[in-house]
């Protein structure tokens, strides 16, 4: 199997994307750098035949990409031994070198495509080359109302600090099993309103968002959510569908959930554990108490 491309492009990203973060600590707060595992989007492509489709997208941190792209195909039932003849970076010239660094080209033996019938309704896909995730990001701005004209929401730091206690406490399952995630909608002054737990974490954020459609209670803007895990891009997307502001998590960001709660004025706390946390985005919306800031 041969691996596809001669001159790779200037620009990649790594697996570590460096950012600001606004770090909060007791009584103490400063600025500082901060390292965020890098999450873009990858799209797959078959290529048989002089014949091209986009099977599957999915968000990443980047590294191994044709070890992922064949892997996922194979767990697919899409390609076995001895059915890839090479792998690739996208080499349409008219791309960002960025943009070709995520999608990859699985070139077959075959002389045709392979029918993928009903397991293509699996796979989230797009036509555009190399660009995947940006039509995702047109529509989220389409529907989403300007962070400007929500009503203003904030929470302190000490409301912020109680947050994880009361999430655990309202784990009713996670508490017999030790095995699910969970995600909670609280008011600012940190009352619960509403807890879900799943084997997902972007599944309980679903969940939380359902309960408010279903119980007329949308949009969430006065409201914060917090997740009991990492913060990814789709986490980031459902949240600002929903409308909500501040989104907490016990875990660290990827650096495609900083990007997007930046581009549409969400509040982003990562680490949030034994009272302290780190502020990613958007840090008007939190209430340091007039904590003393150290350079």
């Not at 999450?39 to 070890?67: K, W």
């Not at 767990?75 to 960002?96: H, R």
């Not at 940190?190 to 279903?214: F, I, M, S, Y």
Request: proline content about 5%; hydrophobic content about 40%; charged content about 25%.
């Amino acid at each position: 199997m041969e691996r596809d491309g001669a001159a790779r492009p200037a620009a990649r990203l790594g697996p570590v994307t460096r950012s600001r973060v606004r770090r909060v600590s007791g009584s103490a707060v400063h600025d500082r750098r901060d390292d965020l595992a890098t999450e873009e989007p990858l799209e797959i492509r078959l290529l048989a035949g002089g014949e091209s489709r986009t099977v599957a997208i999915t968000m990443r941190t980047p590294g191994a990409d044709f070890e992922l792209a064949a892997g996922f195909l194979h767990g697919e039932g899409i390609v076995g031994p001895g059915d890839i003849a090479a792998i690739g970076y996208c080499t349409d010239e008219d791309l960002d070198p960025e943009a070709r660094y995520n999608t990859v080209t699985v070139r077959l033996t075959a002389s045709r495509l392979p029918d993928l019938g009903a397991q293509a309704r699996n796979f989230l896909t797009s036509s555009a080359c190399g660009v995947c995730g940006t039509a995702s990001l047109d529509a989220l701005r389409d529907r989403c109302a300007v962070p400007a004209v929500r009503p203003p929401v904030g929470v302190s730091a000490t409301t912020l600090y109680g947050l994880p206690d009361r999430l655990r406490e309202a784990q009713g399952v996670f508490g017999r099993t030790g095995g699910l995630h969970a995600a909670g909608l609280f008011t600012p002054d940190g009352t619960p309103v509403a807890v879900r737990e799943d084997v997902g974490r972007h599944n309980a954020v679903d969940k939380l968002v359902g309960w408010a459609l279903l119980g007329g209670q949308a949009p969430l803007d006065r409201h914060v959510l917090l997740v009991s895990g990492r913060v990814g891009y789709e986490i980031m997307q459902k949240a600002a569908s929903a409308g909500i502001q501040i989104v907490c998590a016990v875990s660290a960001p990827s650096s495609l959930a900083v990007d997007l709660a930046r581009e549409f004025g969400v509040t982003l706390v990562g680490f949030l554990r034994e009272e302290r946390f780190n502020i990613y985005a958007c840090t008007e919306r939190i209430d340091v108490e007039q904590a003393a800031e150290t350079p």
